[in-house]
């Protein structure tokens, strides 16, 4: 069955980096869209990343541009996640998703909580 | 910045029927937004309800449908069930590889 595993995840302070994967199975990875989604404690779902198939189109929030980088190793079938530069701000549960062609998000883990503090 | 408007809460009676809506700060939605709906009780990830506007997740009661209504993606619960008490929330797909969410409706069934 499709499974797609966060970790990362902790608390770490301002200013400074942390990388989130998401390690996944039961499909063809090469053959989906992955994304990074984020919820602030009490809030809304918010879009953070997208990476296409290989790798070669990377898309961000504006609220992450320029400090997050995705990524994807398709050998691992994992997806990757790197914050730098954060901020108390950036304090949420991240999910990682997978978009099928039909454009939609077809399948969340469970996420992985970042907590930004000093 | 396009902003995705959702209504914050809404409140429906067991059997009732709700539309929740889906619009855009500026413009109106339309079919190639890939509009989708998403359900999410506290403390778990988001389950897809609807994608591509109107079609109906693996699972999903075909009390939950979606539409396009005026210029809003939409999206209707027919006969209400307690556990269909949720936080919903919708997204669009804006194009460049953009998307954005709603804010959310919190659904009360009373």
């Known amino acids: 069955q499709v499974q797609l595993v966060e970790s990362g995840g902790g608390v770490v302070q301002p200013g400074r980096s942390l990388r989130l994967s998401c390690a996944t199975s039961g499909f063809t990875f090469t053959s989906y869209v992955m994304h990074w989604v984020r919820q602030a404690p009490g809030k809304g779902l918010e879009w953070v990343a997208v990476?296409?198939?290989?790798?070669?189109?990377?898309y961000y929030a504006d609220s992450v541009k320029g400090r997050f980088t995705i990524s994807r190793d398709n050998s691992k079938n994992t997806l990757y996640l790197q914050m730098n530069s954060l901020r108390a701000e950036d304090t949420a549960v991240y999910y990682c998703?997978?978009?099928?062609?039909?454009?939609?998000?077809?399948?969340w883990g469970q996420g992985t909580l970042v907590t930004v503090s000093s | 910045q396009t902003v995705v408007t959702q209504e914050p809460s809404f409140s429906v009676s067991p059997g009732g029927t709700v539309t929740l809506t889906c619009g855009l700060s500026?413009?109106?939605?339309?079919?190639?937004?890939?509009p989708s709906w998403y359900q999410q009780t506290p403390g778990q990830a988001p389950r897809t309800l609807i994608y591509?506007?109107?079609t109906r997740s693996s699972g999903v009661p075909d009390r939950f449908s979606g539409s396009i209504l005026g210029n809003k993606a939409a999206l209707t619960i027919t006969g209400a069930q307690a556990d269909d008490e949720s936080d919903y929330y919708c997204?669009?797909?804006?194009?460049?590889?953009?998307?954005?969410f709603g804010g959310g409706t919190k659904l009360t069934v009373l």
């Open positions: 591509n506007t109107n």
């Open positions: 998703a997978r978009v099928p062609v039909a454009n939609y998000f077809d399948y």
């Open positions: 990476i296409w198939y290989d790798g070669d189109n990377k």
């Open positions: 500026s413009g109106s939605v339309s079919t190639s937004y890939y």
């Open positions: 997204v669009l797909y804006m194009g460049s590889g953009i998307w954005v």
